[in-house]
């Protein structure tokens, strides 16, 4: 059976790639062995993470100074968000000069000071790859505006739009902005539209015309050049607009993502920058695969296909708060989550590979979102998540903070935010008498990106020790006296201590990594149970997601059989088959 499977995978391999297939005892159950899949990825956001001048933004020098923290985290890739030239209207992510690190996070000498100490310590980086659109203040958006003959003209999306008897404008399609309002903007100085899914300020690049593709091949054999190691790939779906790009209809701007997303020449860019590029270095791709379904997935990382490694799917981390639609607000349900990883386990084959996580720069906290960060559990199920991260199927992702169980941060007023979207959406919601202020605000306070992105709680200074400086570019979360690093440090019950400990059994275990995945239990509405299995070798790992103690009795005559780590320091239960769960506990077992 193993071995005809094998055989139907060469076939498949040769026919589709011409490339040669891995021979099948090089596979681990059936996978082929990579690097970036045993990998941890811990994602830095340069303006948050440590500022090593006082002047209350961090830079590539402060995280250069806590590589050995990362190092004894037991992370080995680090991503880093955007650390180019940008006028910053959005978090970096809004590039105006490729090749140039901006100004407040440092220099290029920064930059490879940073590149070698990562190398030294025996870890890899990934940087942002931001290519569907670019700044307007890119030199190639400041030319494409100047006029309609410009030679640049042809690197944005250009269009008259329409124009009423009375003369009125209006845009040439209904495209919301992801940031509110219009995703087209009338430039006065040639009388066109130009589209951008993001911030007025953030036109997107017309991917069509092929002297884009080869200057953003360019900038990647730059960076490729100096030694990254791969790309965390920005919006990338968004790059094939859709053909003709008509009005959206009412079902699609329920979602429009899903609209915009995995136009017609996608494909074609990927395989493209894959063979121009990718193919010549030892790289790591991971596209953030915006309004992207499950079942699209195989068609963007079957390494058949040569396009990319992996992808974010945003099914888990966005349960309680999708990009468009509302928000989930009070409690949520764990079968609902248990089916997306249930799902992924299904549709995915061996020759697609999988992430993990729940966090980024554009998301609320974790143990905010999906734990309790109350006083009392804040601690277990800061650490119950991060167990299940570690231990279910694909590459992890763990968020700057989330290894501290950092919370999410009382916002009050408009002005506490920094974010361009929480702004864009004041105007529209608020402000047209759509929605009440107060409502508005409270449901910015749960799901806002800010909460992500206030600075590092590195210890118990004032600024949490983030800045020498008295003016952080967003304010320190008012409890970095109780949460912060140096205290976890040396309290030995801490999330920080706990994580390292995971890591590292997740580190000495392939099952992990390349094992088979199964739910014990997908409707149980408290306890997420599933095993993790590589051939004679099996874990078992048991999470509580209550606030209750359980007595939860495993499914099948299961046992529990030897107890590796668990959440709760003085939790012993071995060789049973009915557990006592302390609210949040989690546990993982050797079978
Ligand atoms: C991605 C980034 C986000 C940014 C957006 C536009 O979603 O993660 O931070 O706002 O792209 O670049
Ligand atoms: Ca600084």
């Known amino acids: 059976m193993f071995w005809s499977k094998t055989v139907r995978t060469f076939v498949t391999t040769a026919l589709l790639a011409c490339t040669t297939a891995i021979p099948a005892q090089q596979l681990i159950n059936g996978y082929e062995p990579k690097w970036w899949k045993e990998a941890i990825v811990y994602q830095v956001y340069p303006r948050s993470f440590k500022d090593s001048n006082g002047d209350g933004i961090g830079d590539l020098r402060g995280i250069t100074s806590k590589l050995d923290y990362l190092q004894k985290l037991g992370v080995n890739v680090i991503w880093l968000s955007p650390h180019f030239d940008s006028p910053n209207v959005d978090g970096g992510y809004d590039i105006r000069d490729y090749r140039k690190v901006m100004t407040e996070f440092g220099t290029m000498t920064d930059f490879d000071t940073l590149i070698a100490g990562i190398k030294q310590r025996n870890m890899r980086l990934i940087i942002d790859l931001v290519v569907n659109h670019t700044s307007d203040e890119n030199k190639?958006?400041?030319?494409?505006?100047?006029?309609?003959?410009?030679?640049?003209?042809?690197?944005?999306?250009?269009?008259?739009?329409?124009?009423?008897?009375?003369?009125?404008?209006?845009?040439?399609?209904?495209?919301?902005?992801?940031?509110?309002?219009?995703?087209?903007?009338?430039?006065?100085?040639?009388?066109?539209?130009?589209?951008?899914?993001?911030?007025v300020k953030q036109p997107d690049l017309n991917w069509e015309n092929p002297k884009v593709r080869e200057e953003v091949f360019s900038i990647m054999r730059f960076w490729l050049d100096k030694g990254v190691d791969g790309f965390r790939m920005d919006v990338i779906p968004l790059l094939s607009k859709p053909t003709g790009m008509p009005d959206l209809t009412p079902a699609q701007l329920e979602n429009p993502p899903n609209a915009y997303a995995n136009g017609p020449h996608l494909t074609e860019y990927l395989q493209e920058m894959n063979r121009e590029v990718l193919s010549e270095y030892d790289t790591v791709t991971v596209g953030e695969a915006t309004g992207t379904t499950l079942a699209q997935t195989n068609s963007l990382v079957d390494d058949r296909r040569h396009e990319l490694n992996m992808i974010f799917n945003f099914d888990a981390a966005q349960l309680r708060h999708p990009d468009f639609g509302p928000p989930q607000f009070g409690?949520?349900?764990?079968?609902?989550?248990?089916?997306?990883?249930?799902?992924?386990?299904?549709?995915?084959?061996?020759?697609?590979?999988?992430?993990?996580?729940?966090?980024?720069?554009?998301?609320?906290?974790?143990?905010?979102?999906?734990?309790?960060?109350?006083?009392?559990?804040?601690?277990?199920?800061?650490?119950?998540?991060?167990?299940?991260?570690?231990?279910?199927?694909?590459t992890p992702f763990l968020y700057e903070g989330d290894e501290l169980g950092m919370t999410n941060y009382p916002f009050k007023d408009l002005s506490d935010y920094n974010d361009i979207a929480v702004k864009n959406a004041y105007k529209e919601e608020v402000e047209t008498g759509k929605v009440s202020a107060a409502s508005f605000l409270a449901e910015q306070a749960e799901f806002t990106r800010d909460n992500a992105r206030t600075p590092m709680q590195w210890d118990s200074s004032p600024e949490a020790g983030f800045t020498t400086g008295t003016h952080p570019w967003l304010a320190v979360n008012p409890n970095y006296k109780e949460i912060n690093a140096a205290q976890e440090e040396s309290d030995p019950a801490s999330v920080l201590n706990y994580v390292r400990a995971l890591i590292k059994l997740r580190s000495s275990a392939l099952a992990f990594v390349y094992g088979d995945y199964q739910d014990l239990d997908p409707q149980n509405e408290k306890i997420y149970t599933y095993t993790r299995t590589l051939g004679t070798e099996k874990y078992l790992v048991i999470e509580n997601f209550s606030c209750s103690l359980v007595t939860y009795t495993l499914p099948n005559g299961l046992k529990a059989a030897n107890l590796l780590l668990s959440n709760i320091p003085r939790s012993r239960e071995a060789n049973v088959s009915t557990l006592n769960l302390a609210p949040w506990e989690s546990r993982i077992y050797k079978q």
């Not at 040439?172 to 009338?186: D, E, R, V």
């Open 331 to 394: 409690p949520w349900s764990l079968p609902a989550l248990k089916a997306i990883y249930d799902s992924h386990a299904t549709v995915l084959s061996k020759h697609d590979w999988d992430t993990v996580f729940l966090s980024n720069h554009d998301s609320p906290r974790v143990v905010s979102t999906f734990g309790n960060d109350s006083p009392a559990m804040r601690v277990s199920s800061a650490k119950l998540l991060e167990t299940m991260i570690l231990t279910l199927r694909g």
């Open 140 to 199: 190639w958006f400041v030319e494409s505006r100047s006029s309609k003959t410009n030679p640049y003209r042809d690197f944005y999306i250009w269009r008259p739009g329409h124009t009423a008897p009375d003369g009125t404008r209006t845009p040439p399609n209904n495209y919301p902005s992801y940031f509110s309002g219009s995703a087209w903007t009338l430039d006065p100085k040639t009388n066109e539209y130009y589209l951008h899914y993001f911030a």
